[in-house]
């Protein structure tokens, strides 16, 4: 018999999930890390559109070998309580996805690493190993976040009461506005302002006291 769904978490990625920005470390690499983190420090507040703001990011990658992709994810820490509030939420009955601004490249990784069941992030182009600063396929917007919460919510036959989600920047708070239980992490000022919830510390598994408490 299959195990009932009890419950959906859905976060983001990048400052959430794990303690770094990925598209900020794809710009070291490539020896622009400052212009492409004040991109998007700026996307992350709300003040310039994340769509345009990732294009003009990635495009700044062009010509980066894939062989940068093992160099970022030597980088990357899951943030501390990440990986125990995933198991917990698990042992609870809960379904855990993330939605991503950042690419499947690295994420899709990270998820396996943490036995994730839902995974939506963007893909980069590639060209003969090299990266040709497009990105490939529809772009993780705000919409496609909230929407991403509904549909896995829906295939698992849960109430939008029974869902949590959670995230730093401005492009997640949609989704958060919608789920059952919001929680702002270590957010931007436009989402600890605008969110149900926060959590302004760097132990993503506070997150277990919320959710304990209001599901």
């Known amino acids: 018999m299959k195990n009932k769904v009890t419950g959906l978490l859905v976060m983001d990625v990048d400052s959430t999930l794990i303690q770094e920005e990925v598209i ?10 400052e212009q492409v983190a004040q991109i998007t420090e700026k996307a992350m507040r709300g003040e310039i559109d994340f769509e345009g703001a990732l294009r003009e990011r990635v495009s700044l990658l062009n010509g980066l070998p894939t062989t940068v992709f093992d160099k970022v994810l030597a980088r990357v820490h899951f943030t501390p309580g990440a990986e125990k ?21 690295i994420v899709d990784i990270l998820a396996e690493q943490v036995g994730l069941d839902y995974v939506q992030a963007n893909r980069l ?28 919510a829906k ?18 708070l949609p989704m958060i506005e919608a789920a059952g239980v919001g929680i702002a992490f270590n957010a931007k000022p436009i989402v600890r ?16 006291k919320v959710i304990e408490d209001k599901m």
Request: charged fraction near 25%; glycine fraction near 16%; avoid cysteine.
């Open 24 to 33: 900020d470390l794809l710009g070291e690499e490539a020896g622009i890390g």
């Open 155 to 172: 295939e698992n036959g849960l109430g939008i009461e029974n869902t949590v989600a959670m995230g730093d920047g401005a492009n997640d």
């Open 125 to 152: 182009e590639v060209e003969n190993g090299i990266l040709t600063g497009q990105v490939v396929g529809e772009i993780v917007t705000k919409d496609v976040k909230k929407n991403n919460l509904l549909k896995w």
């Open 85 to 105: 509030l995933i198991h917990d939420l698990k042992e609870k009955g809960f379904k855990i996805g993330v939605v991503s601004g950042g690419f499947h490249e």
């Open 193 to 208: 302002e605008q969110a149900p919830y926060q959590i302004n510390e760097p132990d993503l598994y506070k997150a277990m």
